[in-house]
């Protein structure tokens, strides 16, 4: 845990609404920063507002979030939505290993009956499996990973302080086998001339197959503002023979329209044959219907 600043501060709320092609309609984010390293994260501009350039080791810690959330939830207002649980940085990072932040929120949500969804690099998740093993029996949980690399060498380069990609398949497995929750793998991003690589992705369904993931989900890596920088700058120093492809690609921010269809036209096949899905919200909606009584069952929590 070495290296990394804690700052403790307060939040006014503990949700924010999001809106634009999200499964869901609420946001919660227990910390600002992230001890994951990853060179590609999207999130780096949110430091920003913090008056700090270095996101992945200056960690402010919302240590009223557990408050701000019951007073949501217990609001009259509130409609029982989906939470989305970390959709900018992750919920068990390095810090909560020290803040525990996490199961005071699982409680609330179990208290309140609310369904969530979370999406995770670290199989620290697994200490709170009991909180969410009653979650997901009670009102709805959908347990996710981010899983981009079966070469654990290019792993450690990309994401060098989350867990290995077999101890994430590992978690995910044992969500799916032994709770009511469902379960997915995001490939996000993939990594033009990296990650790309379809014995990397075939690795990957294959794994996701035998883990009983519910869905995957595959997007090509964008590059914009900071993070445009940061990952050129990783690419020039480890992996320097993609460089000025990479440079060449990005001007935009954004791959070309052809790389994209190129990579689903790899994609797809190799999901119908792993017999996987790409619909991330029917699993969870299906739990959720059948957890709610009646008069809740003719409404779909997501949009």
Excluded at 136 to 163: F, L, M, Q
Excluded at 195 to 202: C, G, I, P, V, Y
Aim: hydrophobic share 35%.
């Amino acid at each position: 845990m070495s290296g990394f600043i804690y700052k403790e501060i307060e939040c006014k709320s503990a949700c924010n609404n999001v809106r634009g092609g999200f499964p869901y309609r609420w946001d919660l984010n227990a910390y600002r920063g992230c001890g994951h390293g990853c060179k590609y994260c999207f999130a780096l501009y949110t430091h920003r507002y913090m008056e700090s350039d270095d996101f992945f080791n200056e960690i402010y810690v919302k240590t009223n979030i557990a408050e701000r959330l019951e007073i949501l939830l217990r609001s009259k207002s509130w409609k029982g939505d989906v939470i989305n649980l970390g959709g900018v940085t992750d919920s068990y990072q390095p810090a909560e290993e020290r803040y525990r932040l996490m199961p005071e929120i699982w409680k609330l949500l179990i208290r309140y009956k609310n369904p969530a969804i979370i999406s995770t690099k670290s199989d620290l998740i697994l200490r709170d499996f009991e909180l969410i093993e009653e979650l997901a029996a009670t009102a709805g949980v959908n347990v996710a990973s981010t899983i981009t690399c079966s070469d654990e060498n290019d792993r450690e380069k990309i994401e060098p302080g989350a867990v290995s990609s077999e101890r994430r398949f590992r978690m995910l497995e044992i969500f799916k086998r032994e709770t009511k929750a469902s379960t997915g793998m995001h490939i996000m991003p993939v990594i033009p001339f990296i990650t790309d690589r379809r014995e990397n992705l075939e690795s990957l369904f294959s794994k996701g197959r035998a883990a009983g993931i519910d869905y995957a989900l595959v997007q090509p890596m964008n590059l914009r503002g900071e993070t445009k920088n940061t990952f050129l700058s990783f690419a020039r120093a480890e992996y320097p023979e993609y460089y000025d492809r990479l440079c060449e690609m990005y001007k935009t921010g954004y791959v070309p329209k052809e790389y994209k269809e190129c990579l689903y036209k790899t994609v797809r096949p190799l999901m119908k044959a792993y017999k996987i899905s790409s619909d991330c919200r029917s699993p969870i909606n299906k739990i959720i219907q059948e957890l709610k009584t009646p008069e809740y069952r003719q409404i779909s929590l997501f949009d």
